[in-house]
Structure formats: structure tokens, C-alpha cells
């Protein structure tokens, strides 16, 4: 009797510990399935976004040089009333946006100065009709003027922008056209991505503890038969 009772609390105590190392391996296998799917898909995403934003800078480049050549810094200082109209249909010919769905919003501003102060003449895309919203609403203009005509490229959390001055025959600043990106679509579609992966393999990982604990169970019955 005494030989029986203690094979029942010995099967009892395998039986305890076999759950106790089922669990352990479930929960070890849950967080290390969760850790290393999020720091790959992470990295995917990480990767993805800074080629797509290498390409975007080579072509904020490229039309900002192109804009350098357009735009006569003589022009803006001479036909103060024309200009506007004229630089507004030349730029939205150039800068039309073709593409059907884009995960980068683009806007751009041209500013004139005069008197210390930047008044804006066209002005598109992105809270293009706040010009505060451009970069360039918080830069010092005085860094141009002494005849300096390289571009500013400024990087913020989510946007980029390259501020070009607009040079007039002496040499002199006398407007700046500044070509904003940001990559809000970017970031939102990201994170959905990134979201929507970790549910799945959540789910998968569930469904494989689930399916093991059934298991579990029905081999205990049919022993127990």
C-alpha cells in the first residue's frame, strides 16, 4: 500500500514538473520568437527607410540645381509685380508630382528678400500656405549675404530640406527657394508593417502553444485509458 501511495505521489511530481518545464520552454520560446522577429523586421525597416530617403536626397538635389539655374535673382529684384505669377506656372510645371501614391509629402517655397525680411511668392505642397512651416522661417538670412551661394540642407525629426539662395548679377542675396520632404506616409506605413508582422507571429506563437497543450492533454488521456 505504502509502495503504491509512492508511486502516485512520484507520478504526481513528474507530472507537476513536466507543466513547470512546459511552461518554461513555452514562455522562453514566446519571448525569444517575439525579440528576434521585432529586431529583424526593425532592421528591415530601419534599412528600407534610410535607402528610400538616400533617394529622395538625390533627387531634392537634383532639382534644387535645376531651380538654381531657373530662377534670375535680377529677375525678382526688377519685375517684383510679375514674379510671382511667372515663378508659380514655371515651378508647378517642374516640380508636377506624377506618381499615383507616394510615401513622402514634398513642398517648396520661394521667398523673396528685401529690407531684412523674407516675403514669400510661391509657395506649394506641404502647410504650404503657412510659410512658418518652411525651414527656412527660422534661419538667419544674414548668412548669404556676404555673397555666399551654397544651399543648407537641414534634417529634422521627419522632413528634409535644402534651402537655396537666389543670387542676383552683383552677387547678393536676394531671395531663397527652399524645397521641403517630409516622410510622415513613410514612418505611418512603418510602423503598420512592422505592427501587423509582430501579430502575426504573435498569434502563430499561440496557436503553437495552443496546439501543444492539446497535445499534451490527449496523450495524458489515453494514458491514463
Not at 525680411?117 to 549675404?145: H, K, M, T, Y
Amino acid at each position: 500500500m505504502a509502495n503504491l501511495q509512492n508511486e502516485h505521489t512520484a507520478e504526481r511530481n513528474d507530472v507537476a514538473g513536466r507543466i513547470v518545464r512546459i511552461c518554461i520552454v513555452i514562455i522562453v520560446s514566446f519571448v525569444v520568437a517575439i525579440a528576434s522577429v521585432s529586431f529583424a523586421v526593425h532592421h528591415m525597416r530601419l534599412q528600407f527607410e534610410d535607402e528610400f530617403r538616400k533617394i529622395s536626397d538625390t533627387k531634392m538635389e537634383q532639382v534644387t540645381d535645376v531651380i538654381r539655374m531657373t530662377v534670375d535673382g535680377d529677375d525678382l529684384v526688377s519685375n517684383t509685380v510679375n514674379a510671382p505669377a511667372k515663378y508659380s506656372a514655371i515651378l508647378d510645371l517642374m516640380l508636377a508630382d506624377t506618381s499615383s501614391e507616394n510615401l513622402s509629402a514634398e513642398g517648396y517655397g520661394l521667398f523673396a528678400y528685401n529690407q531684412g525680411q523674407l516675403s514669400p511668392l510661391v509657395s506649394r505642397g506641404v502647410n504650404a500656405n503657412d510659410p512658418s512651416e518652411f525651414a527656412v522661417a527660422s534661419r538667419d538670412i544674414s548668412e548669404w549675404l556676404g555673397g555666399s551661394g551654397e544651399q543648407k540642407i537641414i534634417c529634422g525629426e521627419n522632413y528634409e530640406s535644402i534651402i537655396v539662395p537666389i543670387m542676383d548679377s552683383t552677387g547678393m542675396c536676394v531671395g531663397v527657394f527652399e524645397y521641403k520632404c517630409t516622410f510622415g506616409e513613410l514612418f505611418a506605413k512603418g510602423n503598420e508593417l512592422e505592427s501587423r508582422i509582430l501579430k502575426a507571429v504573435i498569434i502563430s506563437v499561440l496557436a503553437g502553444v495552443v496546439v501543444f497543450a492539446l497535445q499534451e492533454v490527449l496523450v495524458s488521456v489515453i494514458r491514463n485509458k
